[in-house]
């Protein structure tokens, strides 16, 4: 099995820490780019435990200057990165009319601005290899809409457009770019919303034709099987995973 370098953005919590845990089960080596570096350093130190070389870096994906730094200390400690999750993300906003400039700058700064970084600082050591992988954690709502969250979705479904050019753009160089945009995932994130009363679980369940909400398994799994080498054919697609409520 080729050892590659993985980068996986929000890699602290939910998602992104499923992806990051299984990345290394399957013998990845993993970079955790977060803004919180202390539970960042917590789950590398605990896949560590399981064997695999991981680094914990405190990125905030709005910086720039950040993840170029991020970068090149991934370069120099576990080599030219060639897997790149982007998973970091964030939902703001509020009632449409009620949306602040800064609310609305927020949110498309670390959802869409944060993964066009991201890939763009990337994406040479993808190139010198021959060889990458990136995967864009989307959000469903980006096909169904979602009341009080303009700039998330607005961001989200830019996300889908993105990956679609890059996609087209380096499919040439041996690198496929795919998103997935989850349906409602038992994560930090979620619980917040349901807590908030913003979703009634319930009534989501209900709507869901597999009958549950996803764990961020469902969506390691698929992100894991994106960035394999026989997923090579793959590339500009969108994975809903979302237990069949969005289609
Ligand atoms: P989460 O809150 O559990 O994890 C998000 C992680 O991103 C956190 O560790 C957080 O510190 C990090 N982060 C936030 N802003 C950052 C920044 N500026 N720079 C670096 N790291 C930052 O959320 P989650 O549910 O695991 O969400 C992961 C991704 O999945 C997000 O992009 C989210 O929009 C998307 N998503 C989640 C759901 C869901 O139901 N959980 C549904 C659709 C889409």
Same mark, same amino acid.
């Given at each position: 099995m080729t050892t590659r370098t993985a980068i996986v953005t929000g890699g602290a919590?939910?998602?992104?820490?499923?992806?990051?845990?299984?990345?290394?089960?399957?013998?990845?080596?993993?970079?955790?780019?977060d803004l919180d570096s202390e539970?960042?350093?917590?789950?590398?130190?605990?896949?560590?435990?399981?064997?695999?070389?991981?680094?914990?870096?405190?990125?905030?994906?709005?910086?720039?200057?950040?993840?170029?730094?991020?970068?090149?200390?991934?370069r120099r400690d576990l080599g030219r990165p060639t897997?790149?999750?982007?998973?970091?993300?964030?939902? /703001?906003?509020? +009632?449409? /009319?009620?949306?602040?400039?800064?609310?609305?700058?927020?949110?498309?700064?670390?959802?869409?601005?944060?993964?066009f970084d991201c890939c763009q600082v990337v994406i040479p050591d993808m190139i010198s290899e021959g060889w990458g992988r990136i995967v864009n954690i989307s959000s469903s709502s980006f096909h169904s809409g979602? +009341?009080? /969250?303009?700039?998330?979705?607005?961001?989200?479904?830019?996300?889908?457009?993105?990956?679609?050019? /890059?996609?087209?753009?380096?499919?040439?160089?041996g690198i496929t770019v795919n998103t997935v945009p989850p349906g409602f995932i038992n994560t930090p994130m979620f619980r917040r919303t349901v807590d908030s009363g913003f979703v009634d679980l319930d009534a989501q369940i209900a709507a869901t034709p597999v009958g549950?909400?996803?764990? +961020?398994?469902?969506?390691?799994?698929?992100?894991?099987f994106l960035v394999s080498e026989e997923a090579g054919y793959i590339t500009?697609?969108?994975?809903?995973?979302?237990?069949?409520?969005?289609?």
């Open positions: 919590s939910g998602i992104g820490e499923a992806i990051s845990r299984r990345l290394a089960e399957e013998g990845n080596q993993v970079a955790i780019f539970a960042a350093q917590k789950i590398a130190a605990s896949i560590e435990e399981q064997g695999a070389k991981t680094m914990a870096l405190q990125v905030d994906v709005t910086d720039r200057a950040g993840i170029e730094g991020a970068v090149e200390a991934v897997i790149l999750v982007n998973s970091a993300g964030l939902a /703001l906003d509020g +009632p449409f /009319l009620e949306t602040t400039q800064e609310s609305w700058k927020a949110s498309i700064a670390v959802n869409l601005t944060g993964t979602a +009341p009080g /969250l303009a700039g998330y979705v607005a961001a989200k479904s830019g996300v889908v457009g993105l990956t679609k050019v /890059l996609a087209k753009e380096f499919g040439k160089f549950r909400i996803g764990e +961020p398994e469902d969506i390691a799994v698929t992100c894991s500009g697609q969108v994975f809903g995973v979302n237990g069949g409520r969005n289609m």
